[in-house]
């Protein structure tokens, strides 16, 4: 029943996502943008998490607030590009609620530390792309003060987390002023970097579902093989050498570094903060030693340890990609 209910809201979700981004309309994007609110909940209510109430309706009252704030500005027609007022500065401030941006982001891990899995991820991807595309296209000078506080809060907001599902939130933040960044330049390397991004996380939250793993306490107790690909895909995210990360943030890097210098010299910065949290996660894991299950089947082992190999890979694929666009 799940299944069936999934195919037929999912379908619906997709087309919430694609209205808001080809409509010319403000009613049009705001009417795709309460569409794909209502889908989500949908989404988030058939998850077996118990706590699926109580973080979707915490996500509808945000999103609900954004949304009436929105709706007042269209109806009073407040919609002036070349004037930065306080009152104008109202719907990219709305839009950056929804999609959970520095500094509205108070309420991010409240609600993403109690979604499902699946949630989660769409929490991650699709949910921060039409809001982040239709603020940075109707207010690009705005964005660029977002991108500062996303950077920093992003890569500070993690030092002190023990939770799995709280370093892939503030991981998100500084994504997103990454996401930021890559607009500046083109929408073509948004794109690159927006995909790379949601196949990071995608393979991240499919190995935190699989082996259930939410508190940072809990890799203590893994195989290294997995404490391996886990850290591999922190490290991705936050763009260290050779993983795949590494590329995308190279890319922008490349694109950028003459025309904002001080941008890309803060998202350096904050990479490095997040670097440095990570390795010293990692460096305290990976020298503890695991008695392994030795009742596990040989063809749960085999399938493991392919899962494994195969993630191992994709995140060390960035090496390749770094020298085929060099030659």
């Known amino acids: 029943m799940k299944n069936f209910n999934l195919l037929f809201i999912f379908p619906l979700f997709m087309i919430s996502m694609i209205l808001p981004l080809s409509s010319s309309s403000w009613f049009l994007i705001w009417l795709g943008l309460e569409l794909n609110l209502i889908l989500f909940i949908f989404i988030c209510m058939m998850g077996k998490n118990v706590f699926s109430s109580e973080s979707s309706m915490k996500y509808f009252l945000v999103q609900a607030s954004g949304s009436m ?15 930065m007022t306080q009152i104008t500065l109202l719907p990219p401030l709305a839009l950056a609620l929804k999609s ?4 509205l982001h108070g309420w991010v891990p409240e609600v993403a530390s109690k979604f499902n899995y699946f949630s989660l991820l769409l929490f991650f ?4 792309l039409n809001p982040l595309i ?15 506080f996303n950077l920093l809060v992003g890569a500070i907001g993690g030092i002190s987390q023990s939770s799995i599902f709280m370093l892939l939130v503030y991981s998100s933040i500084n994504n997103m002023g990454w996401m930021i960044l890559s ?33 940072i306490a809990q890799l203590k107790m893994q195989i290294l093989s997995k404490k391996i690909v886990i850290f591999s895909n922190f490290l991705s995210l936050s763009g260290l050498p050779p993983f795949l990360g590494f590329f995308t943030k190279w890319l922008i890097i490349y694109a950028l570094s003459m025309n904002f210098m ?3 010299g803060l998202a350096i910065f904050s990479s490095v903060i997040t670097l440095f949290f990570y390795v010293k996660m990692m460096i305290t894991n990976l020298t503890l030693y695991v008695f392994t299950n030795k009742w596990l089947s040989n063809q749960s082992q085999l399938l493991n340890s392919m899962l494994i190999s195969l993630s191992f890979l994709f995140n060390c694929s960035g090496i390749f990609m770094f020298n085929l666009f060099l030659n």
Not at 69 to 83: A, G, I, K, P, T
Not at 184 to 212: G, M, P, Q, R, T
């Open 125 to 128: 991807t699709l949910q921060k």
């Open 183 to 215: 607009l500046a330049d083109s929408f073509s390397l948004f794109l690159v970097y927006y995909f790379i991004y949601c196949l990071l996380n995608s393979i991240f939250i499919f190995f935190c579902e699989k082996y259930n793993l939410k508190w």
């Open 100 to 103: 959970g941006m520095a500094p």
């Open 69 to 83: 704030v929105l709706l007042l500005c269209f109806s009073v027609n407040c919609l002036f590009y070349d004037e």
């Open 134 to 148: 239709i603020c940075f296209y109707s207010w690009s000078e705005f964005m660029f003060l977002l991108l500062f």
């Open 262 to 264: 001080f941008f890309v």
